[in-house]
């Protein structure tokens, strides 16, 4: 005489078989596309670095994508003094390698900030700056990680500088959770667009002193100190303070400052 199925013992044993499969189907999956989502993801940063630069279209490929930043140099720089640093310092392989997120959360790679004007919490020791030469090898371009908090989230993006260490070639955000419509507008193109060609520092002072300022309702061309002057974001004051510590923070003498000098006297 046949057994029924419909008993408790053969429905655990096909649910606990049913999970058992999944897991091993899902476990697989998840390690095997692991390095493809890696690989992504160090695109995605490369490709945002590089529009941030100024020096590729959004929907470039791939290939371009990896062939424009395999012309620039990554180098590791310690926060506060410019000096270059071997990737052996924060045991990566590269200086590539090297996450600044992840070193935030790591107290022998950064520290706590009393000081904390762009609201990040954790200072890192070091950080990554990506330079492009030209042929007569001066710099053309340096781009640095820039992050800081809006109204609602941590914004993270680079900052694209010329050569000379001061006027902006560049600005993107690619990472934010400010509101779309408000805050959102730091993606907007047309507020990008006019980053390019301000100043961070007075030419005729020390270099040490980041003078960004956003302004409601937008500067006037003729205003004083125009150059580092750019529209403050109106009905969204508070992303746009954000942006403006964020950018004097990282261009300030507790990160980039020293090594900016060091470009511009040639000791990069
Ligand atoms: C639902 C909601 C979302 C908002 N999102 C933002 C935002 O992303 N960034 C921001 O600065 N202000 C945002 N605001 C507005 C701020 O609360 C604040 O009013 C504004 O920043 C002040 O800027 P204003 O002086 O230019 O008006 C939001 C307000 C509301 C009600």
């Known amino acids: 005489m046949s057994q029924s199925n419909d008993t408790i013992r053969k429905t655990l044993i096909v649910a606990v078989l049913l999970s058992l499969v999944f897991s091993i189907v899902v476990s697989a999956a998840a390690v095997t596309l692991r390095p493809a989502q ?14 941030a630069a100024g020096l ?3 929907d470039a490929s791939d ?9 620039f140099e990554v180098h ?3 926060m506060g003094t410019g000096e270059l640093v071997s990737p052996d310092r924060v045991k990566a392989d590269s200086a590539e390698d090297y996450d600044h997120r992840r070193a935030a959360r790591n107290p022998e790679l950064s520290r706590e900030l009393d000081d904390d004007p762009a609201g990040i919490n954790r200072m890192v020791k070091y950080n990554k700056a990506y330079v492009l030469r030209d042929d007569d090898d001066s710099i053309k371009r340096i781009v640095l990680p820039v992050h ?6 941590t914004m993270y993006g680079f900052l694209a500088l010329e050569g000379d260490g001061n006027t902006v070639a560049g600005l993107g955000f ?17 507020w990008i667009a006019q980053w390019p060609g301000k100043k961070i520092y007075d030419e005729d002072g020390d270099f040490k002193e980041p003078r960004i300022k956003l302004v409601q309702g937008g500067a006037d061309s003729d205003s004083e100190d ?10 969204a004051t508070l992303t746009a303070r954000g942006v403006e510590r964020t950018i004097n923070f990282w261009l300030g003498d507790r990160a980039f400052a020293q090594f900016l000098d060091k470009a511009r006297a040639g000791e990069i």
Do not use: A, C
């Not at 890696?38 to 529009?51: K, P, Y």
């Not at 125009?226 to 009905?235: A, P, V």
């Open 63 to 71: 290939e371009e994508i990896e062939e424009l930043f395999s012309e």
């Open 38 to 51: 890696q690989h992504n993801e160090l695109l995605n940063l490369r490709s945002n670095m590089l529009q």
């Open 148 to 153: 800081g908090y809006g109204l609602w989230s």
């Open 56 to 58: 590729l279209s959004p």
């Open 226 to 235: 125009y150059q580092h002057k750019l529209d403050g974001l109106s009905g």
């Open 174 to 190: 690619f990472e934010h959770g400010e509101t779309p419509g408000l805050g959102g507008e730091i993606d907007n193109p047309r």
């Open 76 to 78: 590791l720089v310690e």
